[in-house]
C-alpha cells in the first residue's frame, strides 16, 4: 500500500472518534501493536535527539524497502512513533523522502501535543526521512 493511502486510511480512522481522549487511547493501542524494536537497538544511538520521552528507532533495508521498528518509555509517545511507522515503515527510501505529513495536521494531532511533544513529532519525522535519506544515498553508490 502507498504512503498517501496508508494516511489517508489513518485520517479516516481518527475521523470515527468524537473527541480526543478516545483518539489518545486509540493512539495508545496504536502503540502497544509497533513493531518492537530489539534490545540491541535501545543504545544513545538509536535515540531520538528533541524528544521528552525517550524513543528508539531502527531501520533496516530489506528488499529495497526501509523497514522501521521502535519503542518508546512513554505510552502516548509510543502511539506516535506507531503512526509514523506504520505510514512509513515498508516503503521505499524514494518514497519516504517524497512522502507530505500533512496527515498529522488532518488528525489534528499537533494541536493536541504539549509543545514539546510536538517538536518530538518533528524530530520523529526528521529522523525517519534521515535514514531513508541514508539508505537512498546507499542505493545510488
Keep these: ?8 486510511e489513518i ?14 487511547e486509540y493512539m495508545i493501542e496504536l502503540g502497544k501493536s ?3 524494536i530489539s534490545e540491541e537497538y535501545k543504545t544513545d544511538e538509536h535515540l531520538i535527539k528533541g524528544c521528552q520521552s525517550k524513543v528508539w528507532v531502527h531501520a533496516a533495508m530489506d528488499d529495497g524497502k526501509v523497514v522501521f521498528t521502535a519503542d518508546s518509555d512513554a505510552i502516548i509517545t509510543k502511539g506516535i512513533i506507531g503512526i509514523l511507522i506504520r505510514a512509513f515503515s ?16 488532518k488528525i489534528g ?7 514539546t511533544r510536538a517538536n518530538g513529532l518533528v524530530s520523529m519525522i526528521k529522523q525517519l526521512k534521515l535514514y531513508a535519506l541514508a539508505y537512498q544515498t546507499q542505493l545510488k553508490s
Design 1 to 8: 500500500m502507498q504512503i498517501e493511502a496508508i494516511q489517508e
Design 11 to 24: 485520517v479516516d480512522e481518527f475521523s470515527m472518534f468524537e473527541d480526543w481522549m478516545q483518539r489518545y
Design 34 to 36: 509497533l513493531p518492537k
Design 90 to 105: 515498508n516503503q521505499s527510501p524514494a518514497d519516504i523522502l517524497e512522502a507530505k505529513t500533512d496527515f498529522i495536521d
Design 109 to 115: 494531532l499537533k494541536d493536541h501535543l504539549s509543545p
